[in-house]
């Protein structure tokens, strides 16, 4: 007998209870089935995403860019990278919502609201550049677990909030205080409580910086869920993992904060270079602080055509972690020669700088328009993948875009 196959009595008082209403044929629901109900809708729609960015997982959600939907100046939450390493938070109360300022180095922990954040502090506006400190991973070999991120884990948005530093001085801490540590309300992928998905944070030195943000806006309006709603900490040029979203708590600690993902191969790189595929042991690894030098070619996008007569426009962003680009060039001969680019100051410490050339094409063929950028120690990038490491972190080579003249 062939008999189709349906979920059981069980499953469908089960599925009752977690909606609040009966359903009524739910016996009648195939094996296998998820009810339009669980489903899950589509991240685009969910978080407000341009449907061309590139969904990596659903479980935590982390979506990506592509270059060339990174062209604008200051970009926008619909192109905005999302990267999570748990749950969402859900049903925020921001009338309830507090920040504590607590650890070994704070004599009096101080409770404030967003109300008194707002009011008793001073606001400020920066755009700060956020790249995840795995932006690039995909290329590494031997490959690197997690997150196949291309090159579009990276942001350049306006950020609003009151500076850190203004805030731990107001609570006052000691002279021992070495890092602060941030803690916030999404879940564990486990569901369990007691754990935290990511709880990492920065030394003194970055948490004291003039740019350093308890951020509540994000491009002029309230940060959108996904980013942090409705406080996160913004620290620019530095790995984006230490700017905590949903942060409820920030300890300033008389040690390195020692937070899940401040430890092992998370976010960290062998102090020294080695082999790829190498083993590095817990001692030989040192944490991310600023991100190297980098850029991207926004416009035009990868494949484009030009007719010979025409020559090339091309535009994108350089940025350099707490340094800034001094020379921006392109290649169109695989790296041989290389032609210096306009580039832009950054409209404030920290944020990405534009870059444009005009290219010419001596012939009609396959070309390929290879982007270097240089910070202001002299630094390079390089023209392929960098230092392998057990995670795939700083992956900052050349981004390139093919073109061919007809
Ligand atoms: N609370 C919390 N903060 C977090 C994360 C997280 O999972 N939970 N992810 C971090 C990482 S690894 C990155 S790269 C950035 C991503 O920020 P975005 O999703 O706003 O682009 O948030 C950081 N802050
Ligand atoms: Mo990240």
């Not at 629901?29 to 997982?57: A, C, E, H, W």
């Not at 001085?169 to 540590?181: C, I, L, P, R, T």
Request: proline share 7%; charged share 20%.
């Amino acid at each position: 007998m062939n008999r189709r196959k349906f979920i059981t009595k069980g499953a469908v008082v089960s599925m009752a209870a977690l909606t609040g209403i009966e359903f009524v044929f739910g016996n009648n629901i195939p094996f296998g089935y998820t009810p339009l109900v669980f489903q899950q809708p589509d991240p685009f729609t969910l978080f407000n995403k341009d449907k061309r960015m590139s969904v990596l997982n659903n479980k935590p959600w982390n979506i990506e860019a592509k270059a060339h939907l990174l062209d604008d100046q200051v970009t926008p939450n619909k192109f905005m990278f999302i990267r999570n390493n748990g749950i969402i938070p859900e049903q925020i109360d921001t009338k309830k919502w507090t920040l504590t300022i607590d650890g070994e180095s704070v004599k009096i922990p101080i409770t404030f609201s967003l109300q008194d954040l707002k009011t008793k502090f001073k606001q400020y506006t920066y755009q700060l550049t956020l790249e995840c400190g795995g932006n690039g991973r995909s290329e590494f070999d031997p490959p690197a677990k997690g997150n196949q991120w291309t090159i579009g884990a990276v942001s350049c948005a306006n950020w609003t909030g009151v500076r850190l530093k203004d805030v731990l001085k107001e609570v006052g801490f000691s002279d021992d205080a070495v890092y602060v540590g941030y803690h916030a309300a999404d879940q564990h992928l486990s569901r369990n409580p007691k754990k935290e998905p990511i709880s990492r944070g920065a030394p003194m030195a970055k948490a004291l910086q003039d740019e350093t943000l308890l951020a509540f806006q994000m491009n002029g309006e309230d940060i959108p869920l996904a980013h942090g709603y409705p406080l996160r900490l913004v620290a620019g040029g530095w790995p984006a993992s230490v700017s905590g979203k949903w942060i409820n708590r920030i300890s300033v600690r008389n040690k390195i904060h020692d937070g899940p993902k401040m430890g092992g191969s998370s976010y960290r790189v062998p102090c020294k270079s080695v082999a790829p595929g190498e083993k590095v042991t817990d001692e030989d690894m040192c944490i991310i602080e600023s991100m190297p030098v980098k850029s991207l070619i926004t416009y035009p996008m990868s494949g484009a055509m030009l007719p010979i007569e025409r020559s090339l426009k091309i535009r994108g962003h350089a940025w350099a972690g707490e340094l800034e680009v001094h020379k921006m060039e392109y290649s169109i001969d695989f790296g041989s020669t290389w032609t210096t680019c306009n580039i832009d100051k950054p409209v404030n410490r920290l944020a990405w700088q534009h870059f444009n050339a005009n290219i010419t094409f001596p012939k009609v063929g396959y070309y390929e328009v290879w982007a270097r950028a240089t910070d202001s120690q002299g630094n390079s990038q390089p023209m392929l993948v960098p230092g392998w490491n057990p995670k795939g972190y700083l992956n900052n080579a050349c981004h390139r875009i093919a073109i061919k003249i007809t």
